[in-house]
């Protein structure tokens, strides 16, 4: 049973379009996170959300909207998608500070 | 700021080698202090952590001991393994913060065998 599942896990998509990424925990975790990693590995915070509320919302186009309609989900919307939108974005989950994050396995999104 | 500052990759060593991976941190406070590993098109996984100075964090062979005095947190293993070829991250939080991870850039290990 996956702990934090996301999907699809490869999206191929045109310039200008939207494309939707879904992220689901089953270990009860109150924070979820949307996160980004570029060609040189580099990891760089989007979103987090605590029990729904949005407590993160670092530096990125507006093109990017997440949605969390309840704990256990965190999606991420991408509008008028980009060239440079192409990463491998993860979503990831805590309870509390100290016990680490559990991420899920990443969708590597190429816009062409 | 706070930040987490790693060696650079890639580091390539040889099987049953000895590793260590550099790790040193700025931060004002007493930060929480964690090494994760992702192995090739995988997520991240946590591979060991440390609350507070001198704990020791280990598993799966690796050790990291929080180091106040030298703001550090090295990671390392006695003798390395081809399946231990990965990137490993570097990161810290704080108690009672907004709960995000400050990282470190990655460090790439190369096994050969």
């Known amino acids: 049973d996956t702990a934090v599942s996301q999907t699809p896990k490869y999206l191929v998509t045109q310039m200008g379009n939207d494309k939707s990424i879904k992220c689901e925990q089953n270990?009860?975790?109150?924070?979820m996170y949307w996160y980004k990693q570029d060609s040189k590995k580099f990891l760089k915070i989007m979103f987090s959300?605590?029990?729904?509320?949005?407590?993160i919302n670092e530096t990125v186009p507006n093109r990017f909207s997440p949605k969390s309609p309840d704990k256990a989900h965190l999606n991420l919307h991408i509008n008028s998608l980009e060239l440079g939108d192409s990463a491998v974005y993860f979503c990831?989950?805590?309870?509390?500070?100290?016990?680490?994050?559990?991420f899920g396995s990443g969708t590597r999104l190429t816009v062409v | 700021g706070d930040s987490v500052t790693q060696m650079e990759g890639p580091v390539t060593l040889s099987e049953e080698a000895f590793l260590t991976i550099n790790c040193t941190y700025t931060?004002?406070?007493?930060?929480?202090l964690f090494w994760y590993v992702q192995y090739p098109g995988e997520g991240l996984q946590l591979l060991l952590k440390?609350?507070?100075a001198d704990d020791k964090g280990s598993n799966k062979g690796f050790e990291a001991t929080y180091r106040k005095e030298t703001t550090s947190f090295h990671l390392e293993k006695g003798s390395v393994q081809v399946s231990d070829s990965a990137v490993y991250f570097c990161?810290?939080?704080?108690?009672?913060?907004?709960?995000?991870?400050?990282w470190g850039a990655g460090t790439k290990l190369i096994i050969k065998p």
């Open positions: 959300y605590n029990n729904k509320e949005l407590i």
């Open positions: 990161a810290l939080t704080f108690q009672g913060g907004n709960y995000q991870l400050i």
């Open positions: 440390a609350t507070k």
């Open positions: 931060a004002t406070g007493y930060p929480s």
């Open positions: 270990l009860g975790h109150d924070t």
């Open positions: 990831a989950s805590s309870v509390g500070q100290t016990y680490g994050y559990t």
